[in-house]
């Protein structure tokens, strides 16, 4: 955990891939005990975001489009989560080369600039949300 400038941070660990999501709730609940406000970034490395991906395949009725309509996988081709839903919270994907595989940070940032650089998406991918259902 720390803080900096306005942005906090809350590092874990996934260690079983099968719960990646209550892992991830887990923290965004710890997160938001500690610091008042949920996070809304999410940050891992590309293996991280591969595996998540992986599992979340496993799930197709929870990944919607920005819409909140279910997708449809075999008429779309799956491009990996853009966001991780819940119901308090909402977590933007990005990536972090320099964590461990398996760790993840939270951020909660009002006004992030991705390093000054606008982050623009080529107009044939859409951003897949992956909702996290209550248990």
């Known amino acids: 955990m720390m803080e900096d400038s306005g942005i906090l ?4 660990i996934i260690t079983d891939f099968s719960k990646w999501d209550d892992t991830i709730h887990l923290y965004a609940e710890k997160f938001h005990e500690q610091f008042n406000v949920y996070p809304n970034i999410l940050l891992a490395c590309d ?3 591969r595996k998540i991906d ?20 075999s008429d779309v081709p ?6 991780f839903t819940a119901e308090d919270y909402n977590l933007e994907c ?4 320099d964590l ?3 760790s993840f940070t939270l951020v909660f940032d009002e006004a992030p600039d991705f390093d000054g650089e ?3 998406e080529p107009e044939e991918v859409e951003n897949v949300f992956y909702f996290r259902k209550s248990a």
């Open 9 to 12: 941070h809350l590092t874990g």
């Open 47 to 49: 293996f991280t975001y």
């Open 54 to 73: 992986l599992y979340a395949q496993m799930h197709p009725n929870r990944l919607i489009d920005p819409d909140g309509t279910d997708i449809e996988t």
């Open 78 to 83: 799956y491009q990996g989560i853009s966001y």
């Open 94 to 97: 990005c990536l972090d080369y």
């Open 100 to 102: 461990p595989e398996g």
């Open 118 to 120: 606008p982050v623009e």
